[in-house]
């Protein structure tokens, strides 16, 4: 009976001081204190796939801009520079023409030959040719131009009448390019506040339970002692001491796998947060124990949560940029219609004679292509765009259907952590009476020291229970959130 009323005080002591050296073990590093929303923000900020994807945004704004500047006129300059080795001789030697004089009795010109005193014309036998009696000559100098260096440019302005509706296509498909570059940011936010959120929460649960495991490890500790010395009293047996020291073996290696785990914890959500991996943080949440949680259960139509989810925003920002491929192969059906004008200079110039310097000229006109015959290439083209486009509506209907299977599972997931977390609170009050029944019968002597033991691991167990199931309720809440495309 004295062993039974010594064991008793001793526990009753020990069960606040493990309390109490749990609470300052807790309020120690407040120098660093981060909240939840602090996380996030530090993640968005840092995180490379929604820096990527911003990168992609900007892209995408980028080539919208430049689908736009498709319908103003463009304006090139073509400039060009030849050395030939020779000149351009068009006569090899100075030429000899025939000349012509007009005659008042026929009123006709005729040429001035050689005739014969009949009057016949003299011919060449040489040649075969009637022999002129007047000739006029040009020289071969005349007929030389100098065309070894040759400066040529061109100004041309291109303005676009009609291409078959392409452009309007692509201006549509470079603002649905941006649209799903827009979701899949959005996308790649949400998926990075879900990871931080459970990150978040998985250390405050092995905070928790690090906790727990120091405050069952200086209660056996202190056991330990009191049974020990019982023991050279012969107040207890061995095997007394034996079970204390197992269970208290067994309480230090769960504390150093918390603690191991709770350290890998820590470092994983630094590193999600674009820390160094050994930053010390302090989480506000740290101390949760006693506080509860209750999800916050908002009433949800499917049309509304369709809408918000950004991985089928993504996929009709898809759709319609097929449909713009539709458009886009359908214009090179059709015929294309564009307005030319150009300024177009050389060195040595042709508008005088071969001048040796720089001369030009405007022109103004019109280019009309049309298509004839491809062999219905054109053809297949559009049909493989539209069968794309209706593979891929289809593709997003069966995505909302899995949408709507997901978020119902999200919900009865909600529902029964709610269900667990009430059945653990029910169950941590039964191990708190337990654990008072079994004091009182050990103070009348009716448990032993084992029988005390088993009450506290109960009691540890339902609290490490209600830990489990409170972190796990709020992952559920979250995870809600985000099936809903409510996590901003």
């Known amino acids: ?23 300052v073990i807790s309020s120690a590093a407040q120098d660093n204190v981060v909240s939840l929303d602090s996380c996030r923000r530090m993640a968005l900020r840092n995180n490379k796939t929604i820096k990527m994807a911003e990168e992609a945004v900007k ?30 001789e068009l006569l090899g030697e100075d030429a000899k023409l025939p000349t012509m004089s007009f005659d008042p009795a026929t009123q006709q010109f005729k040429y001035n030959i050689l ?31 100098d065309t070894r260096n040759v400066f040529a440019g061109t100004f041309t302005l291109t303005q676009p009448i009609f291409m078959g509706g392409t452009i309007k296509a692509l201006n549509d498909i470079s603002k ?52 020990n010395a019982l023991f050279d009293e012969g107040m207890c047996t061995r095997s007394d001491v034996l079970a204390v020291e197992v269970k208290s073996n067994e309480a230090n290696i769960a504390l150093t796998k918390v603690d191991n785990g709770l350290t890998l914890a820590r470092m994983a959500l630094a590193q999600l947060c674009g820390l160094p991996v050994h930053e010390q943080m302090t989480l506000a949440d740290e101390d949760i124990q006693g506080n509860g949680y209750t999800p916050t259960t908002v009433p949800y139509n499917m049309d509304d949560v369709y809408a918000r989810r ?66 219905g290439g054109n053809y297949y083209h559009y049909r493989a765009a539209k069968s794309a486009t209706n593979a891929q509506r289809l593709l997003l209907q ?27 609170v029910t169950n941590m009050n039964k191990a708190n009476e337990n654990l008072r029944m079994a004091n009182l019968s050990f103070h009348e002597g009716m448990m032993t020291t084992n029988d005390v033991l088993v009450a506290y691991t109960a009691w540890v167990q339902a609290n490490s229970e209600k830990i489990d199931a409170e972190i796990g309720l709020r992952l559920c809440d979250v995870y809600l959130s985000k099936v809903l495309g409510q996590l901003n």
Not at 1 to 23: D, Q, V
Not at 61 to 78: E, H, V
Not at 313 to 337: D, H
Request: hydrophobic residues 40%; contains cysteine; proline residues 4%.
């Open 1 to 23: 009976m004295t062993e039974t009323i010594y064991l008793t005080k001793l526990l009753h002591r020990a069960l606040p001081l493990c309390l109490c050296a749990a609470s």
């Open 59 to 88: 892209g995408a704004g980028y080539d919208r801009k430049a689908a736009f500047a498709a319908y103003l006129p463009g304006i090139d300059f073509t400039g060009g520079y030849m050395h030939n080795q020779q000149r351009i």
């Open 115 to 145: 005739t014969a005193p009949d009057g016949s014309p003299v011919m060449d036998p040489s040649t075969g040719s009637y022999i002129p009696t007047e000739v006029a000559v040009i020289p071969k100098e005349a007929m030389t131009y």
């Open 176 to 227: 649905y390019a941006e649209g799903m570059a827009v979701a899949m940011k959005n996308s790649a936010v949400e998926n990075v506040i879900y990871g931080i959120d459970q990150a978040y929460w998985t250390v405050v649960s092995l905070k928790e339970k690090k906790r727990l495991a120091q405050s069952f490890v200086t209660l056996l500790d202190s056991l330990t002692y009191s049974v």
């Open 310 to 375: 950004s991985d089928l925003e993504t996929l009709r920002q898809g759709i319609n940029v097929l449909a713009g491929r539709e458009k886009l192969t359908m214009g090179a059906m059709l015929p294309k219609l564009a307005a030319v004008g150009m300024y177009s200079f050389s060195n040595p110039n042709v508008n005088h004679g071969f001048q040796k310097k720089f001369g030009g000229g405007f022109s103004v006109g019109a280019m009309l292509t049309i298509p004839l015959w491809h062999w």
């Open 398 to 424: 069966d995505l909302e259907e899995k949408v709507s299977l997901q978020v119902n599972q999200a919900n009865f997931s909600l529902q029964e952590a709610k269900k667990t977390y009430d059945m653990t």
